[in-house]
């Protein structure tokens, strides 16, 4: 597997790249809900759904902007390989076609979380979904994560969404999910799959939209 190789120079183009390259494609991003409450002497994992090319994109911006953790994202190998530049940002691989290499990752994944200056997000539906789909495919690493875990870490589902309104751009609407234990989980095995499958409700709930978008409609 691939190994987080952080680069602060990476971090610096890439900022500037990402915040001119989302204002091209997208009116603003808007926070339906409340900011989630960060402890800093846990380490946290993070549970985005997974629905387009731009996922990696979004979870970057919004996560910079809520906490100064060191930023990890698990991606598939293969496309790690393709978009090197993206493991100077701390990106780390998973080969899900070689069990033997899951294992590492999630260990890999284990490791990280030992650390409370770290996070780590991980996509637990595996693959791209539409954004509106019901029947949530959930891969069971996170549980594994959790499971084999030997220190307490924060677990936090977001949601995003893309929204067009009668603006020539779209939207992003995001909604962060309760922030809870890596140790729930070691006595309830559905509450991940719970906590984020019901974070998307209510993210695709139109009565939650704020008026700010309802009178571009």
Not at 33 to 50: C, E, Y
Not at 152 to 177: C, W
Request: aromatic content about 16%.
């Amino acid at each position: 597997m691939i190994k987080a190789n952080h680069k602060k120079w990476a971090e610096i183009l890439f900022d500037v790249y990402l915040s001119q390259l989302l204002k091209k494609h997208f009116d603003d991003f808007i926070m339906i809900g409340n900011s989630p409450s960060i402890h800093k002497d846990k380490s946290l994992m993070i549970l985005p759904n997974h629905f387009s090319w731009w996922d990696g994109f979004f979870i970057y911006k919004v996560i910079k902007n809520i906490t100064s953790k060191k930023f990890h994202i698990m991606m598939l190998e293969d496309q790690l390989k393709k978009y090197w530049f993206f493991n100077k940002l701390g990106a780390y691989s998973i080969n899900q076609n070689n069990p033997k290499s899951v294992f590492k990752s999630l260990n890999y994944s284990i490791e990280l979380l030992n650390d409370n200056s770290n996070l780590i997000v991980i996509y637990p539906q595996g693959e791209i979904q539409p954004q509106e789909e019901k029947q949530i495919k959930f891969n069971k690493g996170v549980n594994y994560i959790c499971e084999k875990s030997n220190i307490e870490f924060q677990i936090l589902p977001i949601g995003f969404r893309i929204f067009y309104s009668s603006k020539k751009l779209p939207f992003v609407l995001y909604r962060f999910g309760e922030n809870f234990s890596s140790f729930d989980v070691k006595n309830q095995t559905a509450l991940l799959q719970q906590k984020f499958e019901s974070n998307l409700v209510s993210l695709f709930d139109n009565k939650n939209l704020p008026l700010k978008l309802l009178s571009n409609n």
